[in-house]
């Protein structure tokens, strides 16, 4: 089974709706991360969690919002969806004093 | 904020060296790692330099010097299969957020 997890893997939306993002991890890392990635760019910090109570804002966390339910699940949220949030999401995590993040499989987001 | 500057593609035949700088400008600098990533997959870790100098792993080698703000990836006798998109990424301090590049994509040839 992945270590990192991501649900859905792939969804299409339309302008105006809610979504949720999920994440889930087995690797008992304390720390889980947000990103997007738009062709020609890279993946760029939306929301970090140090731990279950810790949430930070990344380099773009406008429209965007994140619950940490448990060390093991980390959810993104676009409380209004717009078609510039079109992108692919990923979730990763990485253990304290160490530098390697663990991706998961990434979610194609299409809003209409 | 953080810039990371890298080529945006390069092209090499199979069993050839390639070499993929990244130049960067940070607030603070604690270290620059490098990821791989296949298209619309998974970005997955290379390898993490904190000081100056040559690290070695198998076929990829990850280079720093502190002084230049510039690092390479250095992959060795190509291989289809390495054909993949390559990310730079700076840790500006020592919380573990990552800043990356746009990425270059390598395409090798047979």
């Known amino acids: 089974d992945a270590d990192v997890t991501q649900t859905p893997r792939n969804r299409i939306t339309k302008t105006g709706k809610r979504i949720m993002l999920e994440c889930s991890q087995t690797k008992g890392h304390d720390r889980m991360y947000w990103y997007r990635q738009d062709p020609g760019l890279g993946l760029r910090l939306i929301y970090y969690?140090?731990?279950?109570?810790?949430?930070n804002k990344g380099e773009i966390s406008d429209g965007y919002s994140v619950s940490r339910q448990a060390q093991a699940k980390f959810s993104l949220s676009l409380e209004s969806a717009i078609p510039n949030q079109t992108a692919l999401y990923f979730c990763?995590?990485?253990?304290?004093?160490?530098?390697?993040?663990?991706f998961g499989p990434g979610t194609r987001l299409t809003v209409t | 904020g953080q810039s990371l500057e890298q080529p945006s593609e390069v092209t090499a035949v199979e069993g050839a060296i390639v070499q993929i700088n990244c130049t960067y400008q940070t607030s603070g600098f604690y270290g620059l790692s490098w990821y791989q990533q296949h298209d619309g997959g998974a970005p997955t870790f290379l390898s993490y330099?904190?000081?100056?100098g040559l690290e070695e792993t198998g076929r990829f080698s990850s280079f720093l010097s502190r002084s230049d703000s510039y690092g390479y990836l250095l992959l060795q006798e190509l291989q289809m299969k390495d054909s993949a998109s390559y990310f730079c990424?700076?840790?500006?301090?020592?919380?573990?957020?990552?800043?990356f590049g746009a990425g270059t994509t390598v395409t090798v040839r047979a």
């Open positions: 330099n904190g000081l100056d």
């Open positions: 990763a995590t990485s253990d304290p004093g160490l530098h390697e993040q663990y």
């Open positions: 990424a700076v840790f500006a301090t020592n919380d573990y957020k990552l800043s």
């Open positions: 969690s140090f731990d279950v109570k810790d949430i």
